[in-house]
């Protein structure tokens, strides 16, 4: 065996973390990999581990050998994450993207066969048996650590933990005022005993609240999409807050929200599935209630639900490996000419609303055979839920207007959960001129692209079916959603039809932006027993924290949010620096690493950061804090409405994304 001067350790037997082995190829290089999903023989993606006994500025290359797709963003200039307990201790400095000669591609038969046999044996098997017969890639980045003997902490994103969704239920439902705006209680219990917690949101010092229509809200089935939970963090911080806009979603609606339907597999370190092996979001159709028991928990509560009132909205938050921005995937109503395109008023809207980040034209609404059993297919077909969504956000980041060419920072992810709710009160406004102008636009649209494909010019007087709407909506759509599950991606259509169908939404719009068919983008006893003996059955302030995990020193840190929200920073791609990367500047951001103004905002606080250009308004219409009734009509009134209306569409600006955040703290 070869001698090395110097060896670094290595941990990640903490809550989330993933590493199976690291194995020591040279002074300053080793070769790891990660765990499988537990009862699994694929899935590696997701890790998350620490590092201590290192030299300063010595460069360090780390190669994870075993990972299983095919495409990653990390070839678009994506980083990993880095959390340095010194920097946090002594800058107050978070997470931040680093790492410099980022690559991805196939693992070298030599690097795999080399390591295969001393990993093979292990539990979990890095390179066992199970993947022998796939092809494996690797993930391999330099970094140089500005301090010696240092605990660092690596991440394929920012990390959100089981143990930090109780502290933050904890901490809002020990504010007083908390009590007249949310309820929470357990949605059932996991494989491994866990508490599933469900929040309820609403004002429950008013009336009519059986007349409020209700939105569902999920995130975190996929145990490594952590930014669908900063999403929700997000959201949850902007419906909970003082802002007037939250309070006029809480007077009107009954939110129900599951922060986390994973928990086991958040806890474990897994990046897709439960303890019992499955996907989740393949179990809709038929959950099991002892294998899948969110799920079925989940489908009983919204049936319950619809008993009694009307369900507007079913948004699943997630993340997307291989595409950048943030965009959605809908459920096409073509076998229902009536309400066609109606689907798409909703995140037209929401494009309106964070223009920087949210890609319409990235949005996909084609329902494929493979995704009948997913969330937002059931809860469409099933459920007859018209806006029934999964909310992707890139790993990555943006390619849109002055955040093109960064990645997104955990400040981001927040601002487009507070986005979230901005649309709800968009689309559910008494006045519905402006989602009926923004319909109309849809199918004008719709109507100049299927013109152009017949030869025809925008303005001529023919009538279309709907076999020429569905083929034209479906041409050449990529299905990153399968992408993003192993597959590889559909050809996309040739760049030549593309700029046709460009040409012809300006002819008819004068702009080619609101295309329709973007990129669709998209042992199991034992680690029972193990997950469970790790969450313990430790009492709360509340019913549903049952489990208190010991989180690893940089999970948990004693100063506060600092490590999971200290400066944030939005990283230039391709970025030369080693373990510093400067920030890209913005207008009207300030410094993004100062040592405490990036903090996030404490539960409770009022939104007043954000900049809108209405004052308590919309669409030049009042709103008060008392129109249920009002609401409800407008929430059914996208697809009741008139649609003869010429006037053009004009949005109002929208907020910023990075200032829809609540007030900052100074030191």
Not at 530 to 551: E, I, P, Q, Y
Not at 576 to 593: H, T, Y
Request: proline share 5%.
């Amino acid at each position: 065996a070869a001698v090395y001067s110097h060896t670094l350790r290595f941990e990640s037997r903490f809550e989330s973390g993933n590493l199976l082995t690291a194995h020591q190829v040279a002074d300053h290089h080793y070769h790891l990999t990660l765990r499988r999903d537990l009862g699994t023989s694929r899935h590696t993606q997701w890790f998350y581990f620490r590092v201590e006994g290192m030299e300063c500025n010595r460069p360090y290359r780390f190669t994870i050998i075993n990972l299983m797709k095919s495409s990653s963003l990390y070839e678009k200039g994506m980083q990993p994450v880095v959390y340095s307990e010194t920097l946090a201790r002594m800058r107050k400095r978070g997470w931040f993207r680093a790492g410099c000669s980022v690559h991805y591609g196939p693992t070298p038969p030599t690097m795999s066969s080399s390591s295969s046999s001393s990993h093979s044996s292990l539990s979990g098997g890095g390179m066992g048996s199970a993947a022998a017969g796939s092809s494996l890639y690797a993930l391999s980045w330099e970094y140089t650590f500005p301090v010696a003997d240092d605990t660092v902490y690596f991440a394929h994103c920012y990390p959100y933990t089981f143990t930090q969704l109780q502290g933050y239920l904890q901490q809002q439902l020990a504010l007083p005022h908390m009590q007249q705006r949310m309820r929470v209680r357990p949605l059932c219990r996991t494989i491994a005993g866990n508490v599933c917690p469900l929040v309820t949101v609403t004002s429950y010092d008013e009336d009519g609240m059986k007349l409020r229509p209700s939105v569902v809200v999920t995130a975190r089935v996929h145990p490594g999409e952590t930014n669908a939970s900063w999403m929700m963090k997000g959201f949850l911080d902007f419906v909970l807050s003082d802002d007037p806009d939250a309070k006029i979603l809480r007077d009107n609606f009954l939110l129900k929200i599951v922060p986390m339907l994973n928990p086991d597999g958040v806890i474990c370190g897994n990046h897709r599935c439960n303890l019992s092996g499955r996907d989740l979001n393949r179990t809709y159709l038929n959950p099991s209630r002892e294998l899948q028991p969110t799920i079925y928990a989940l489908k009983m509560m919204i049936q319950a639900l619809q008993k009694e009132r009307h369900v507007i909205a079913l948004c699943d938050l997630h993340g997307h490996s291989r595409a950048q921005n943030v965009f959605i995937y809908g459920c096409d109503n073509h076998e229902r000419p009536e309400i066609r395109f109606k689907e798409r008023v909703f995140p037209r809207m929401l494009a309106n609303n964070a223009p920087n980040s949210f890609s319409y034209a990235g949005c996909s609404f084609i329902v494929k055979k493979s995704k009948e059993a997913t969330g937002r297919v059931v809860g469409w077909r099933e459920h007859g839920i018209l806006n029934s969504f999964t909310l992707e956000a890139s790993f990555c980041g943006s390619t849109l207007g002055e955040y093109s060419n960064t990645m997104f920072s955990i400040r981001d992810f927040e601002a487009m959960g507070c986005a979230l709710g901005d649309t709800l009160l968009d689309y559910c406004d008494p006045d519905q001129s402006k989602a009926v102008l923004i319909l109309t636009e849809i199918q004008r649209t719709a109507r100049c692209r299927v013109l152009q494909r017949l030869g025809l010019s925008a303005d001529a007087d023919v009538t279309l079916t709907d076999y020429d709407l569905e083929a034209v909506l479906e041409d050449g759509a990529v299905d990153s959603d399968s992408a993003d599950e192993g597959e590889e991606p559909a050809r996309s259509r040739s760049s030549a039809a593309t700029a046709a169908s460009a040409e012809a939404a300006r002819s008819c719009n004068g702009s080619a932006e609101n295309l329709l068919d973007g990129a669709d983008g998209g042992d199991a006893v034992d680690a029972v027993d193990a997950v469970a003996a790790a969450g313990g059955r430790g009492g709360g302030d509340a019913a549903l924290v049952d489990v208190t995990l010991d989180a690893p020193a940089a999970a948990a840190a004693d100063d506060g949010d600092k490590h999971t929200s200290g400066p944030l920073e939005h990283t230039l791609l391709n970025s030369s620096d080693d373990d510093e990367p400067q920030p890209k500047a913005r207008k009207g951001k300030a410094k993004l690493r100062s040592s405490s103004s990036d903090k996030p905002p404490l539960p409770g606080n009022k939104v007043s950061a954000k900049t809108r250009a209405r004052t308590g308004s919309r669409g030049g219409r009042p709103l008060s804090a008392a129109v249920s009734s009002q609401f409800l009509a407008g929430a059914a009134g996208v697809a009741s409405s008139s649609l003869s209306s010429s006037s053009s569409f004009s949005s109002r600006k929208p907020a910023k994304a990075n200032q829809i955040s609540s007030t900052t703290t100074s030191s």
